[in-house]
């Protein structure tokens, strides 16, 4: 088979993966369902959303934006991620990006990486998605998390004592704010 057969089907399998968690309102995807009811109510469902199980499917193939502080990113992010700043978000860098390009944006649970989400569909990006529960969800399901040296970490950055609810108590995660 040639490189283009081949680039088209992982393309037609990256589009069908993601075009059926488009639509999670309603469809419990968070492990706690008292978080998935915070995450729910406080987004605005202006994007499309991706589960964290859909997300490590298709990592590889898509451009993640952790939409958090520095300092916040530097506790812990989901591998390979690119940290940009909800407060100074500059969508200059990412123009040269082709408007098809898959993006995957997080933050906490979801809220910061919404509005910036939007900003790059109001650029003409047309395959941005949040990550449903954003980073506290990624780690509850236990997926790899890594610090600012690239090494693997248990420590999640819980914004503070009230939001450390989210992220579950057991034992696996230690929560730093």
């Known amino acids: 088979m040639n490189r283009l057969v081949q680039y088209g089907i992982a393309l037609i399998f990256v589009f069908m993966t993601i075009g059926s968690c488009a639509q ?3 469809k419990e995807i968070c ?9 729910a109510n406080t987004l605005s469902h202006t994007i499309d959303f991706i589960s964290p199980i859909e997300l490590a499917k298709i990592k590889s193939q898509t451009y993640v934006l952790d939409t958090r502080e520095q300092d916040e990113y530097d506790i812990s992010h989901i591998p390979n991620a690119h940290q940009v700043s909800y407060d100074d ?4 860098p990412y123009l040269s990006l082709p ?3 898959t993006i995957v944006v997080y933050c906490s649970i979801g809220y910061r990486s919404e509005k910036v989400g939007e900003k790059l569909q109001r650029a003409g990006f047309t395959n941005v998605f949040n990550l449903y529960g954003s ?7 236990d997926y ?6 690239g090494a693997t970490t248990n420590e999640v950055h819980t914004y503070n004592k009230k939001w450390s609810q989210w992220v579950d108590d057991n034992g696996k995660i230690k929560k730093v704010w």
């Open 135 to 141: 980073l506290f969800e990624w780690a509850n399901q």
């Open 99 to 101: 408007r098809d390009t």
């Open 31 to 39: 492990k706690n369902p008292k978080f998935d009811k915070k995450v």
């Open 89 to 92: 978000f500059d969508i200059e």
């Open 144 to 149: 790899p998390l890594e610090n600012a040296a």
């Open 24 to 26: 999670i309102p309603g």
